[in-house]
């Protein structure tokens, strides 16, 4: 068995919950320097389920994000600590942790470029508010096609935040969020057009059908969670 037929087998393994099947399949791979089988080893599926002790999980995300893997650094940056109710993450706390997102965003972890542009937005974390960052990051992460991204990207040039106003560039940001059906994009746009906000002309159709969509998401939404048990 080749390794990448090794890797295809443990996602699939992973995929239909054998764990153990995914572990012995990684192991191998791991040790002899795979990035992929490294961060899947290392990440949070496996420590969450202590199949993977911390100390062994984090030994292997550093070493795959030392290889250049922008998810395995993504982790790193992320995590906080391991507790006996489970592992913590969130957003990062050092200069350290900052520094491990921008290297994650800059390898193209769209996630982590997601991340630097809301906390460059925000503030709320260990690096600046920045409102041009915050713009350039989401650009990054929505040009990979990150319908989040997408949806926040598009009412800053909207409102010339961390740049110029360009409203075509706005709507063009909004509109590709929309196709993926993002509920904030779809709600800003039916503003947008019942209103005839930013100088757009009213069309109250296309309103009424951005409407409709958000209302679809949410229903999908709360008919997902139900079958799965899970609160609104």
């Known amino acids: 068995m080749t390794p990448p037929e090794a890797l295809d087998r443990a996602r699939e393994a992973i995929a239909r919950g054998d764990r153990d099947a995914a572990v012995a399949l990684l192991q191998p791979l791991a040790t002899v320097g795979d990035r992929d089988a ?33 998810e395995a650094t993504y982790e790193l940056a992320l995590f906080h600590s391991a ?4 592992l913590e993450y969130g957003p990062p706390t050092t200069e350290e942790g900052v520094r491990l997102l921008i290297r994650a965003g800059e390898l193209g972890s769209a996630d982590a470029q997601y991340d630097l542009g809301a906390l460059y937005a925000t503030g709320d974390w260990a690096g600046p508010k920045d ?11 929505a040009e990979q096609g990150h319908g989040d991204a997408q949806s926040n990207l598009g009412p800053m040039f909207l409102d010339g935040e961390g740049g110029d106003i360009d409203v075509t560039e706005g709507l063009r940001w909004l509109n590709a969020a929309a196709s993926q059906d993002e509920p904030q ?5 039916e503003y947008i ?23 679809a998401y949410w229903e999908r939404h709360k ?8 609160p609104e």
Not at 45 to 52: I, R, T
Not at 193 to 215: F, H, K, N, S
């Open 38 to 70: 490294q961060f899947l080893l290392g990440s949070r599926f496996f420590c969450n389920l202590d199949l993977v002790p911390i100390d062994e999980a984090l030994r292997w995300l550093r070493q795959a994000s030392d290889a250049g893997h922008a």
């Open 83 to 86: 507790e006996d109710s489970g």
């Open 131 to 141: 409102a041009a960052e915050a713009r350039r990051w989401y650009r990054r992460a």
């Open 185 to 189: 994009a779809l709600k800003h746009l």
């Open 193 to 215: 057009y019942r209103e005839g906000a930013y100088g757009v002309p009213i069309d109250l159709a296309r309103a009424e059908e951005y409407r409709r969509r958000e209302d």
């Open 223 to 230: 008919r997902t969670n139900e079958e799965n048990g899970e």
